[in-house]
């Protein structure tokens, strides 16, 4: 399995982005798929993660109500749409998959991407 994020990029707070994820190698249905974040100096943490057919989404209380993951299958692609973006949101984003649903505080997914820094200004 191999994993390409991007959008990352600088913005202001209060904006908007959204952040792709490329799947390959396999099924991408038969996959869960995760984003999770590094702030500088930090460890990884989990941010949200979605059911293999997109039917449900998961979040950290910290992005709740502001960041959406969504997936397309046909495309073998998973977003997150990131609104109301704050400077505490800076980090890496990285997006993960695994045949198997796994959620926060610190799940362990099989396959990861490279990151894409996202970084709010205030």
């Known amino acids: 399995v191999q994993l390409q994020a991007c959008g990352g990029g600088l913005v202001q707070a209060g904006d908007s982005l959204r952040l792709s994820c490329a799947f390959s190698g396999r099924t991408f249905s038969s996959y869960a798929m995760a984003w999770f974040r590094q702030a500088p100096g930090k460890e990884r943490k989990f941010v949200g993660a979605?059911?293999?057919?997109?039917?449900?989404?998961y979040y950290v209380n910290s992005v709740e109500g502001r960041f959406n993951i969504s997936r397309d299958n046909a495309k073998n692609t998973v977003y997150l749409q990131m609104n109301s973006l704050r400077p505490e949101d800076t980090a890496v984003y990285l997006c993960?998959?695994?045949?198997?649903?796994?959620?926060?505080?610190?799940?362990?997914?099989?396959?990861w991407g490279q990151g894409t820094l996202v970084t709010v200004s205030s």
């Open positions: 993960a998959a695994d045949p198997t649903l796994k959620l926060g505080p610190s799940p362990e997914y099989d396959y």
């Open positions: 979605i059911t293999w057919s997109g039917d449900k989404t």
